[in-house]
């Protein structure tokens, strides 16, 4: 016999509180010697002997009564041939959980780990009564309730014949509480949790431990499906700039790959496509337990959108094996310019007159800004002008952090612009030398906006005279992209979010230098711009399962083509603008192209989460019912006899309820008893 609450076992120390009362209230009456006595003294005895046998006889069931109760609290169940003697618990209560996480799409010898594990249903559901209720989970990050009813091994059978591995990982933690809630809601005395599952540790993530705190238990049987050999390898994640490139422009992708074996090394190929071209084709090592990140360099040769996919040769574990990726190329960059007047010479660096340049350039004054022309602009250039409010401040801050560029000129009227934009504490003057000059600072390696200038151009550019600029002081060094002769900051870059800002201590009127008129303001403006974007946070797309946020506006009916073929259509919603419009998640990777009418307005890559599941990290099937707050567990391994466990664990069975209407018999019988002694008190009193 064991218990399921042995802490009630110490209740056991209330037996002690009527043997107290017991010796303490016995009454000792002195003796008189009195001559007629003697003739009562043989009834007397014998009435005594009497009274004290009915008073050890209250006093052994009230000890028994307390013991039963104690004892009924404490639940305690008995196994072998003791529990026939106990009637059965009727029909039960089931909950199958089935884990189709990625990871149990490992091949083993026997098939993939999920076609090992639903193989096992079929001699579990032999184990059950015609009159079992059974509900039928498939569970990842989610749960699916694929037959909820009275046991029909037929039909719970069909319901798994076409199910299949996800593309998602595995939430343990959350599938248990699912599998207990559905149990909590039955009335039925037994319940049982069968849960088949490779019990990956990664799948306790924010696993909540539910400790069984109800008051009927919920016997739990795990079923472990492992890989004997875990060894795996993966393309853990590619990043690519979140920023269009432009065309003539060249991107860089990372390309993340680990090693999950602990004790030897992973040699693999892998190939890179975009757009059906192999652009790079490479042999990886990489040591037990480590990670390599690979460079692939992808030329925009035309505008559109870029669809590439990163692949390595195909193991146990496919999920992994190939990741895909988007890049967006612009014919022109749309490039919003803020001023109010002065800024001739800048508007036409921007957008030459004729010219076939890189930029489609708008202009507005500093009082017409409004957040529309922000959601069409790539980056915005703030000129000379009467300067911004705050809240447009506000807006371009925004802008920038949903990834956008701005590149603001360190003029007088920006100055409170640049200190709010700015993340470090700044102090800017802006000084006059017309009786002299100040010059750029030739670079040690120059910035990359600065790549399309050869070295004579470097040197010319050095050479320009500055009459008039802002002097800046609090910038980080490493912020820092050109400087003065002074040492001042002559252009540096921040990041704010996803985006970028260029401050810039330019003053795009020819009296302030000689730079407006030099041809080096062209492209030297130009490239700032264009540039700015690059090396931005990185983007990996979204994961399955994810909502996808399209923010492009709604000019027409959406529609959204998924991976697996289907489509997805809405109609325009001129009210969801500044909250995009949410695309239905993809169920498997590969690419989500959105169109606006007959526009291809977005591509969006879809990708597994391989940092979850990847490394086949097993848990041992206790440890994770320690960690589920699982207490009444039994673990059947595949090698093991899963009807003859399953008849074991369900073997002992508690009897706190006989134990509690056995102390409810004694303490009714101590009543009687009572009540008689009373009784019989009153008559020899009245006698």
């Given amino acids: 016999m064991n218990f399921l609450a042995p802490a009630y076992l110490l209740a056991l120390a209330a037996v002690a509180v009527p043997i107290l009362i017991h010796i303490f209230t016995r009454r000792r009456v002195p003796e008189v010697p009195w001559g007629s006595i003697r003739f009562l003294r043989p009834a007397d005895r014998r009435s005594m002997?009497?009274?004290?046998?009915?008073?050890?006889?209250?006093?052994?069931?009230?000890i028994a009564g307390i013991a039963l109760v104690a004892l009924a609290l404490a639940r305690p169940v008995v196994r072998g041939s003791l529990a026939s003697l106990f009637p059965a618990g009727g029909s039960r209560a089931v909950c199958i959980l089935l884990d189709r996480s990625y990871s149990m799409g490992v091949e083993t010898d026997g098939g993939t780990a999920f076609d090992r594990a639903r193989a096992r249903i079929e001699p579990l559901l032999a184990e059950l009564s015609g009159g079992d209720r059974v509900a039928v989970v498939l569970f990842d990050t989610a749960a699916e309730v694929v037959y909820d009813g009275e046991r029909d091994a037929g039909a719970i059978l069909?319901?798994?014949?076409?199910?299949?591995?996800?593309?998602?990982?595995?939430?343990?933690?959350?599938?248990?509480?699912?599998?207990?809630?559905?149990?909590?809601?039955?009335?039925?005395?037994?319940?049982?949790?069968?849960?088949?599952?490779?019990?990956?540790?990664?799948?306790?993530?924010?696993?909540?431990a539910a400790r069984e705190s109800n008051e009927r238990p919920v016997r739990a049987i795990l079923l472990p499906i492992q890989a004997a050999d875990p060894a795996n390898a993966a393309i853990e994640e590619v990043s690519t700039p979140r920023a269009a490139l432009h065309r003539g422009e060249t991107a860089e992708i990372k390309i993340v790959l680990r090693n999950a074996a602990p004790d030897r090394e992973a040699r693999f190929p892998i190939e890179v496509e975009a757009s059906g071209r192999r652009v790079m084709e490479k042999?990886?090592?990489?040591?037990?337990?480590?990670?390599?990140?690979?460079?692939?360099?992808?030329?925009?040769?035309?505008?559109g959108w870029i669809e590439g996919v990163v692949r390595k040769r195909a193991d146990r574990l496919a999920a992994d094996d190939a990741r895909y990726f988007t890049l967006r190329v612009r014919e022109k960059a749309n490039v919003l310019l803020v001023s109010d007047g002065g800024g001739f010479y800048l508007e036409q660096a921007l957008s030459p007159a004729g010219g076939e340049g890189d930029v489609a350039l708008a202009t507005r004054g500093s009082r017409e800004l409004v957040s529309a022309d922000l959601d069409r602009a790539d980056a915005v250039v703030l000129g000379p002008g009467r300067g911004l409010e705050r809240r447009d401040v506000e807006l371009l801050r925004r802008f920038v952090a949903a990834g956008g560029t701005a590149l603001v000129l360190v003029l007088p009227e920006h100055a409170g612009a640049v200190e709010r934009l700015s993340r470090a504490a700044l102090s800017i003057e802006f000084a006059d030398m017309p009786q002299g000059y100040f010059t750029i600072a030739r670079p040690e390696r120059p910035p990359g906006f600065l790549a399309p200038f050869g070295e004579e151009d470097l040197s010319a550019l050095a050479r320009l005279r500055f009459r008039r600029a802002a002097f800046v002081r609090g910038a980080k060094p490493s912020d820092v992209l050109l400087s003065f002769s002074t040492g001042n900051p002559f252009v540096w870059k921040e990041r704010l979010g996803g985006g970028a800002v260029v401050f810039a201590c330019i003053d795009p009127r020819p009296e302030a230098g000689e730079l407006v008129l030099s041809p080096f303001f062209l492209p030297l403006v130009q490239q700032i711009v264009l540039a700015a974007g690059a090396g931005g946070a990185p983007g990996d797309g979204v994961l399955v399962g994810e909502p996808i946020i399209f923010a492009g506006g709604a000019r027409g009916e959406i529609a959204a083509r998924m991976p697996d073929g289907s489509e997805w259509r809405s109609a325009p919603d001129p009210g969801a603008g500044a909250a995009g419009i949410a695309v239905p998640p993809a169920r498997e990777p590969g690419f989500v192209t959105i169109t606006v009418g007959a526009q291809v307005e977005a591509i969006v890559a879809v990708n597994p989460d391989c940092r979850r599941e990847s490394d086949l990290s097993y848990l041992a099937a206790d440890e994770a019912a320690d960690s589920l707050g699982l207490e009444h567990r039994t673990a059947v391994g595949e090698g093991s006899d899963l009807p003859a466990a399953v008849r074991a664990a369900r073997e002992g069975k508690e009897i706190a309820l006989p134990l509690l209407l056995a102390a409810i018999a004694v303490l009714a019988a101590e009543l009687a008893v009572a009540q008689r002694s009373r009784e019989e008190a009153g008559e020899s009193r009245v006698g």
């Fill in 49 to 62: 002997a009497r009274i004290n046998i009915r008073r050890l006889l209250l006093l052994a069931l009230r």
């Fill in 283 to 303: 042999e990886i090592a990489i040591r037990p337990g480590g990670t390599a990140v690979e460079t692939a360099v992808i030329r925009a040769d035309r505008s």
């Fill in 158 to 208: 069909a319901a798994l014949a076409g199910a299949s591995v996800s593309w998602r990982g595995t939430d343990l933690g959350a599938a248990v509480a699912f599998g207990r809630s559905a149990l909590d809601r039955s009335q039925r005395e037994t319940r049982e949790l069968y849960v088949l599952s490779d019990f990956q540790r990664s799948g306790l993530g924010a696993a909540r």
